[in-house]
């Protein structure tokens, strides 16, 4: 069975200041890889997905990803954040065989100073 | 116009009780879900449905009963809460088995006291 590892529980970065969020996962075939952010209170919007081809992927709100099959990695990068960019964040890989079924790894949640 | 909706949004009640979560999309989609998100803010897979069909079942207790009168309806009765069922449930949809983009609603905060 596939699993989802993201190692920091709790970031806390500067606002302008770069932000990276860490991504493990196991899965015997090509994964389809996703984050998704969760802002306070709120449901979970995706905010992109990796399926194939290009290795790195762009997402919505400046977000970016980066797929490493040799290292089992799918990163989250924003090269500058902003304070509403404060928010819980979880990556997912996705399993065909049981229907889309997503395994969610445990977050990780971004606290931004001003 | 929300995408996916779900009723309601906070949910109070005793240990021992029945209650439902109703979950509905207007994105014309297939294929939905139910999700549970403990204290822990760990997010986990219930149940899925395509076309009123139930696709994955993950070894939840048979207290829990999904039903979907229609595709774009998906509602979620629990029989003799527990304490432990205290949790965000979250419905999603996407548009069908082939495909993992999945919307997910605001969640419903059940407490059981």
């Known amino acids: 069975a596939q699993s989802v590892t993201q190692p920091d529980i709790h970031i806390t970065v500067s606002e302008g200041a770069s932000l990276e969020l860490r991504c493990n996962y196991s899965y015997g075939a090509t994964p389809y890889l996703f984050w998704y952010v969760q802002s306070p209170g709120q449901g979970l919007q995706l905010l992109l997905k990796y399926f194939s081809g290009d290795t790195l992927v762009q997402g919505i709100k400046g977000f970016e990803a980066e797929f490493k099959r040799s290292q089992s990695s799918f990163n989250l990068r924003k090269p500058s954040v902003h304070w509403s960019d404060a928010a819980e964040y979880f990556c997912a890989v996705g399993e065909g065989a049981a229907g889309n079924k997503l395994t969610f790894g445990g977050g990780t949640r971004v606290l931004v100073k001003p | 116009d929300t995408a996916v909706s779900q009723t309601p949004k906070y949910l109070v009640t005793q240990m021992g009780n029945d209650k439902s979560i109703k979950c509905e999309q207007n994105?014309?989609?297939?294929?939905m879900y139910w999700y549970k998100q403990d204290s822990k803010k760990f997010l986990k897979i219930m149940f899925s449905y395509n076309n009123k069909e139930l696709i994955i079942n993950e070894t939840v207790p048979n207290r829990f009963s999904p039903k979907s009168p229609d595709k774009a309806h998906l509602n979620l009765h629990i029989n003799s809460l527990e304490l432990g069922d205290s949790a965000v449930y979250f419905c999603?949809?996407?548009?069908?088995?082939?495909?993992?983009?999945?919307?997910f609603g605001p969640g419903t905060r059940l407490t059981v006291t």
């Open positions: 999603a949809s996407s548009q069908g088995l082939q495909d993992y983009e999945q919307y």
């Open positions: 994105l014309g989609h297939d294929t």
